[in-house]
């Protein structure tokens, strides 16, 4: 079932959960370590090269960012959903006080906000195994509802070879492998996150 992007576009930055915008939409969070691309990710789904902001610092995203997303199929009609980028987790130079602020309004966000259907956990295609990532995955899976579901994607996959490419496809069956430079099979990323974001 194919969508055809209409729109995309910033609607506002959120410090912590009172500040977001109101539940209108099903939302789609997107999650990873600082640099995995999570922004250039965004800006791929939505075919804009500066809808989300992407830095060269790693860190630097520190609000919950959301973006409108407007969606036709020829059998659903026009669908709306927020996508949501949120601030990256681990390389962060910031003070102690300041970071325990952010997790603690990260948390708060991930585990309350209603209308969030999916979670979208990027990870770097060249670092697949690291302890932060596996953390990530038993602090969703701890709270997720059943109304809600968990994707991995992996980013930067044109970066491997052929056969590092077969090693981490048979180790992740479930996950889907993005490539911003190739844009590889992103109208099928794009069904399937919407289809997942639906219930379907």
């Not at 995995?36 to 995203?61: R, Y």
């Not at 809600?148 to 090693?167: G, H, P, S, V, Y």
Request: hydrophobic share 40%.
């Amino acid at each position: 079932m194919h969508y055809q992007l209409l729109r995309s576009s910033f609607v506002t930055s959120a410090q912590n959960i009172l500040e977001c915008p109101s539940p209108l939409f099903s939302e789609v969070v997107f999650l990873g370590r600082s640099n995995v691309g999570k922004s250039t990710f965004i800006n791929l789904l939505c075919n804009q090269k500066n809808l989300a902001k992407s830095s060269q610092t790693p860190g630097k995203t520190q609000l919950i960012n959301f973006f409108l997303t407007e969606w036709f199929n020829q059998n659903q009609g026009i669908l709306k959903f927020y996508f949501v980028d949120l601030p990256g987790f681990g390389y962060a130079k910031v003070a102690k006080t300041q970071k325990e602020l952010w997790n603690k309004n990260l948390i708060e966000f991930l585990q309350q906000r209603d209308n969030i259907k999916l979670f979208v956990h990027l990870i770097d295609s060249r670092h697949p195994f690291l302890e932060i990532d596996k953390n990530l995955v038993s602090f969703i899976t701890r709270f997720l509802r059943k109304d809600q579901k968990f994707l991995q994607i992996f980013t930067k996959f044109d970066k491997l070879n052929a056969n590092e490419k077969a090693k981490l496809k048979k180790a992740f069956t479930t996950a889907k492998f993005s490539s911003s430079l190739q844009k590889t099979n992103i109208v099928e990323i794009r069904d399937f996150l919407i289809q997942n974001t639906l219930g379907k």
